[in-house]
């Protein structure tokens, strides 16, 4: 369908370049460097023929592929995000093409004795005889999401080089900061002029999600009071301290290692602190919209426990909510699951339709009006060293795409 090595040398050109978000900053994107490969894919979309391509301040990129036939169908989107994690580092990436991977180890980097085993990784033995495209140990791979970047520009090539594939009106937008959740918040759903889209954001080879976490990041602070430690009782208050008591009082097993499926958890991500302040910054995960008010609940209540222990405002807890299930979005048009499901059935892949332990764009796009369910891209091991992607599993991903640019412009 899609020339193989034309789809590998697209992923990794777009790979090595580093894209890295940043959370600390206020400004869209939020790194400069996002801006090398934005305008790069805004060329590309022009040369592989697509329309009113454009990018806006902010670098979201849209086109679109005109419809091929003569009669009206509905407007669909493809979207995907060029940022990727600060969780790792994106820079200097270099990766590592395994042809006929052999289901054995694959040393990723020799010198520092970084091995991506099926022993760790179990999911690797699906891959058996296929092309992997693997970091060097050292970076992120970034296939979180420009193997969903590639997926969809090879469509779209692939679409206007064979006409007699009847489509209706197609957008395609691209995005930055999703990584840092704010992907979706100055995307113009109005100006995009789509009635539904599908992220290409997803991960195993099948994956169809409609379902996210309710999200939300919490700022606890704990205020201390530091003197001479000769002469501190009575008198100090380390925050420290008071710090590890407030995380041991939350849920121990309600954190990321011990949860699954629809389950959620309080994740503590980073810490900093001294005798005088310490800040513990979490962020919370539940599917049921109850349970997620509820876990923000707990926070705010085991501050006020403590403060009213220690007899003084110590603690204080800053929520902010991020974005919610889409599901509540979704259910009233499941036709666009069904269809996706459809696409990816003609396509020899049995879809796996399961909640999203995290979220996507896609979230933030259906509540503001673009219903968007989430479509595999086919990458592992996101935002680390081990990650990695079968070639087979993206050429699939194109093929998803292209069956349901099919799917939709057909006759009713």
């Known amino acids: 369908m899609i020339d193989k090595q034309l789809l590998i040398d697209r992923f990794i050109s777009y790979v090595t370049v580093d894209t890295e978000s940043d959370p600390d900053s206020d400004s869209t994107p939020s790194t400069e460097k996002q801006w090398e490969l934005a305008n790069a894919l805004v060329k590309e979309l022009k040369e592989i023929g697509m329309e009113d391509v454009s990018i806006d301040e902010n670098a979201y990129i849209m086109?679109?592929?005109?419809?091929?036939?003569?009669?009206?169908?509905?407007?669909?989107?493809?979207?995907?995000?060029?940022?990727?994690?600060?969780?790792?580092?994106?820079?200097?990436?270099?990766?590592?093409?395994?042809?006929?991977?052999?289901?054995?180890?694959?040393?990723?980097?020799?010198?520092?004795?970084?091995?991506?085993?099926?022993?760790?990784?179990?999911?690797?033995?699906?891959?058996?005889?296929?092309t992997l495209i693997t970091t060097d140990g050292t970076t992120l791979l970034g296939a979180d999401d420009k193997?969903?970047?590639?997926?969809?520009?090879?469509?779209?090539?692939?679409?206007?080089?064979?006409?007699?594939?009847?489509?209706?009106?197609?957008?395609?937008?691209?995005?930055?900061?999703?990584?840092?959740?704010?992907?979706?918040?100055?995307?113009?759903?109005?100006?995009?002029?789509?009635?539904?889209?599908?992220?290409?954001?997803?991960?195993?080879?099948?994956?169809?999600?409609?379902?996210?976490?309710?999200a939300a990041a919490a700022v606890v602070s704990i205020q201390g009071k530091i003197v001479h430690p000769g002469y501190a009782k009575g008198k100090m208050i380390n925050s420290m301290y008071i710090a590890t008591q407030y995380i041991n009082s939350l849920p121990r097993l309600e954190t990321p290692e011990h949860t699954e499926d629809r389950q959620g958890f309080f994740h503590l991500h980073s810490m900093e602190g001294e005798v005088d302040s310490t800040k513990l910054k979490y962020?919370?995960?539940?599917?049921?919209?109850?349970?997620?008010?509820?876990?923000?609940?707990?926070?705010?209540?085991?501050?006020?426990?403590?403060n009213a222990e220690y007899e003084k405002e110590l603690i204080t807890v800053e929520i902010k909510d991020q974005y919610f299930n889409m599901r509540e979005k979704i259910e009233p048009v499941?036709?666009?699951?069904?269809?996706?499901?459809?696409?990816?059935?003609?396509?020899?892949?049995?879809?796996?339709?399961?909640?999203?332990?995290?979220?996507?764009?896609?979230?933030?796009?259906?509540?503001?009006?673009?219903?968007?369910?989430?479509?595999?891209?086919?990458?592992?091991?996101f935002h680390g060293r081990y990650e990695y992607v079968p070639v087979e599993s993206m050429?699939?991903?194109?093929?998803?795409?292209?069956?349901?640019?099919?799917?939709?412009?057909?006759k009713k």
């Open 283 to 306: 962020i919370i995960r539940d599917h049921d919209a109850d349970h997620f008010a509820a876990r923000k609940e707990v926070m705010e209540n085991l501050a006020s426990e403590l």
């Open 63 to 130: 086109a679109t592929l005109p419809s091929n036939l003569d009669y009206d169908t509905p407007v669909i989107g493809f979207i995907s995000h060029f940022d990727t994690s600060p969780d790792f580092t994106g820079a200097n990436v270099k990766p590592k093409v395994i042809e006929n991977y052999n289901g054995k180890d694959i040393v990723l980097n020799e010198e520092q004795d970084i091995v991506l085993s099926p022993d760790d990784f179990e999911d690797l033995l699906l891959y058996k005889g296929q």
């Open 147 to 214: 193997a969903g970047i590639a997926e969809i520009v090879s469509a779209m090539e692939y679409l206007i080089q064979h006409p007699e594939i009847k489509h209706g009106k197609i957008r395609v937008g691209f995005t930055p900061d999703e990584e840092i959740g704010r992907g979706a918040h100055k995307f113009d759903v109005e100006k995009f002029g789509a009635d539904w889209a599908y992220t290409m954001d997803g991960s195993e080879i099948g994956e169809l999600e409609y379902e996210n976490f309710n």
């Open 395 to 410: 050429l699939k991903a194109i093929e998803v795409i292209v069956n349901i640019a099919r799917l939709v412009g057909k």
């Open 334 to 381: 499941m036709h666009i699951v069904k269809i996706a499901e459809k696409a990816m059935k003609e396509a020899s892949i049995e879809p796996i339709i399961k909640p999203i332990r995290g979220g996507t764009d896609g979230s933030q796009l259906s509540y503001k009006g673009l219903p968007c369910p989430n479509i595999f891209a086919g990458g592992h091991n």
